[in-house]
């Protein structure tokens, strides 16, 4: 067996699977423990920690490279490129340059790795991303919607609190803490101090957004989900379908009835 054999047999490896996802963990646990205030000891055992974790990162990385072939379809794959980038901006060294802030952030990026590790979560990532043109109407049409409330809101209630319904733009921020229906009732109940109906003002824009829009949202994503799921299961011939299961069956049972109903006929 070659070489190349060998890694492309451990990159598909669930045992090495698990230990780049358990290693990603450690890099997320790592980076969450030097938020608080710790011994030098322990800092010192954080960073060799991070050392040994970015050279695993690096040796992964060069596996999945050497097993690719030919090479350059390595970086065809833009989740490659991806760990790639992620991995490579990690070398740069924690120390007071100008750029450790930003290699603070990449090591805290370093857990979206765990995205191109996980088929599930790629189909998620690649589900919603493929739902963005169809959300893109639902969302225009739902900025009207917040278009139309604020401006007739901050016409009506200004008078009554003008913090909240100062101007256009502080209607909106007020009617976006109404559709996420947190403490809704008090900007309410306010207004009907002196507008005794303006709760069907309220009443009317959580059922559009809150309840309307944002199932079609719902909806638009889990369809383009189920979408991506077929997608897979028709690209994967070991895959066994369900209506594949029924039809086999059925032809089964078409064939015994026959070969039975041939011995019948054949007796005295």
Do not use: C
Not at 27 to 36: C, D, E, P
Not at 150 to 178: C, K, Q
Not at 190 to 196: A, D, L, S
Request: negative net charge.
């Amino acid at each position: 067996m070659s070489w190349q054999s060998r890694f492309e047999e451990l990159i598909t490896n669930k045992v090495f699977e698990f230990f780049i996802i358990f290693i990603i963990m450690a890099s997320a646990l790592t980076v969450g423990a030097k938020t608080y205030n710790i011994t030098p000891f322990w800092l010192s055992v954080l960073a060799v920690a991070d050392i040994g974790i970015t050279v695993i990162f690096i040796t992964e990385i060069s596996i999945r490279f050497l097993a690719t072939h030919p090479r350059r379809d390595f970086f065809k794959n833009g989740w490659n490129i991806f760990d790639t980038l992620i991995v490579t901006i990690s070398l740069i060294p924690l120390d007071n340059s100008d750029m450790a802030l930003v290699a603070r952030l990449v090591r805290v990026f370093r857990v979206l790795r765990m995205i191109s590790i996980i088929p599930e979560l790629r189909i998620l990532l690649n589900s919603l991303l493929k739902a963005l043109p169809r959300l893109g109407y639902v969302m225009a049409l739902m900025f009207i919607i917040f278009y139309i409330y604020a401006a007739a809101g901050s016409l009506i209630f200004e008078d009554v609190n003008p913090v909240l319904w100062g101007d256009i733009s502080i209607a909106m921020l007020t009617l976006f803490r109404v559709m996420t229906l947190e403490d809704w009732t008090d900007v309410m109940y306010e207004t009907m101090v002196v507008y005794p109906m303006s709760w069907t003002f309220y009443i009317s824009f959580i059922f559009l957004t809150a309840f309307a829009f944002l199932n079609m949202v719902i909806g638009i994503v889990v369809n383009v989900l189920e979408e991506e799921h077929q997608k897979e299961r028709d690209a994967d011939p070991d895959i066994l379908h369900l209506e594949d299961v029924y039809a086999e069956v059925k032809a089964l049972r078409a064939l015994i009835e026959k070969q039975q109903g041939g011995s019948s006929g054949s007796g005295p």
